[in-house]
């Protein structure tokens, strides 16, 4: 691990090898505001890309670990670069379409999943965490804006839309540049 960069979540983005398909610092660290890592336990990373929530869960309590899920080969190499470079032997990288990887693992007390959620792996994820499992789920598409206000309405939570505008150069000025809006849908088990 490397230790100047401390265990709090919300790296700096540049932290981490990506392809630009990075939850973003801020947005991680919302999204640990309702994780909550403790010792000892397991998250789900769900469409991992770069491992960046995964590494930041396992980075921040003792004990903690994660498995990343990254349907992509490509981008499961480069997480596991990321794991081995930031948080060795603290998270497993497996490759595949979530739903047929999800029976093998160990059931988690935390899930992410992050972008384009469908409801059929939001279900299986809920389905597999354990009492009082946290999800927290990122929307940045209208299709999954409307499964996350469907799960909302039906089952509660916390339903949020977070938007980031960061300063940037505009010729010799400076302006704002907006991120994509992302909803963010939290939910504990019973």
Do not use: Y
């Not at 630009?20 to 990373?45: E, M, S, V, Y």
């Not at 980075?59 to 930031?86: F, K, Q, T, W, Y």
């Not at 598409?141 to 300063?167: F, K, M, Q």
Request: net charge neutral.
């Amino acid at each position: 691990m490397t230790d100047e960069l401390g265990p709090a979540p919300g790296l700096p983005d540049e932290t981490f090898e990506h392809d630009g398909l990075i939850t973003k610092r801020l947005l991680r660290a919302a999204a640990f505001a309702h994780l909550r890592p403790l010792p000892d336990q397991l998250l789900w990373d769900v469409g991992a890309g770069s491992g960046a929530v995964g590494i930041e869960w396992a980075r921040s309590a003792p004990g903690a670990h994660a498995v990343g899920i990254e349907r992509d080969p490509v981008r499961a190499e480069r997480a596991r670069r990321n794991v081995d470079r930031l948080a060795p032997g603290l998270m497993q990288i497996v490759q595949g379409d979530a739903e047929g990887l999800f029976p093998g693992l160990a059931r988690p007390n935390a899930v992410f999943i992050g972008g384009g959620a469908v409801t059929e792996v939001v279900e299986a994820c809920m389905a597999a965490l354990r009492t009082s499992g946290r999800l927290v789920v990122h929307g940045v598409t209208l299709e999954t804006e409307r499964t996350l206000t469907d799960l909302h309405r039906v089952l509660g939570g916390s339903l949020s839309r977070i938007s980031i505008d960061s300063a940037e150069p505009l010729g010799r000025f400076w302006s704002w540049r907006p991120l994509r809006p992302v909803v963010q849908w939290a939910w504990v088990k019973a």
